[in-house]
């Protein structure tokens, strides 16, 4: 189906350990994004993406760690999970050229780290 | 001081209320303002946005902007059970040759819950 795709949708995972989370879209919208949304913070940017290759950091970036080798993925890697990584993370994707930079986003993906 | 300030709720009203959202923001090169839609478990989906200043409406939302301010609102009128979500603001400062990689800045969300 066409869309952005977010797996998996639910992970339990402990301390330390390395965690990927994917997404997917399928328009192939240069701008890809991750958020991690937890209560009283709202949405809150961790990285980035212009383009293949090209990444940066966003507002909470720490322990983090991204890639875009293909326009169309962009995974996120926990490099070792800390309990205050537990959160509900969203991916979104958008075109430049839309004035209103209307991000489209992914179903989420429910992270516990115990 | 967040960029973005809003109100988190959460807010409960009877079906057919008038609900007003609103936010506020401290970055006077925010331009386009926009309101998300976000259903329990669920990802945001964009409802409306406004560029500039002045009042958009569409259904029964109506988005406000006032630059002067630096203070946004949606207003639901007749409000129905459909209508429970949180509801977070967002805002961007990129435009025509910007650099800004399309990024968005969010309010904390207000969680709004329309009882029958």
């Known amino acids: 189906d066409a869309g952005i795709t977010q797996s998996p949708r639910y992970k339990i995972t402990e301390t330390g350990r390395q965690v990927t989370l994917m997404c997917h879209q399928t328009?192939?919208?240069?701008?890809m994004f991750w958020y991690r949304q937890d209560l009283g913070h709202g949405l809150r940017l961790i990285y980035y993406s212009a383009a293949a290759d090209i990444t940066d950091k966003g507002e909470v970036p720490d322990g983090y760690v991204v890639s875009r080798s293909k326009t169309e993925n962009f995974p996120l890697t926990l490099e070792s999970a800390t309990r205050s990584q537990t959160s509900v993370y969203f991916c979104?994707?958008?075109?430049?050229?839309?004035?209103?930079?209307?991000?489209?986003f992914g179903p989420g993906t429910r992270l516990t780290v115990l | 001081q967040k960029e973005v300030e809003q109100d988190p709720g959460p807010l409960s009203v009877p079906e057919g209320a008038i609900v007003s959202l609103n936010c506020t923001y401290s970055n006077s090169a925010f331009q386009y303002f926009m309101w998300y839609r976000q259903y329990s478990r669920k990802g945001p989906e964009l409802l409306m946005y406004t560029y500039s200043s002045g009042n958009k409406e569409d259904g029964r939302f109506t988005a406000q902007v006032d630059k002067s301010s630096k203070y946004i609102s949606l207003f639901i009128r007749d409000s129905q059970p459909s209508d429970s979500a949180t509801y977070l603001c967002?805002?961007?400062?990129w435009g025509a040759g910007g650099t800004s990689y399309g990024k968005l800045t969010f309010g904390q969300g207000t969680i709004l819950t329309v009882h029958p």
């Open positions: 979104a994707s958008s075109e430049p050229g839309r004035f209103y930079n209307e991000q489209f």
């Open positions: 967002a805002m961007s400062a």
């Open positions: 328009w192939s919208h240069s701008y």
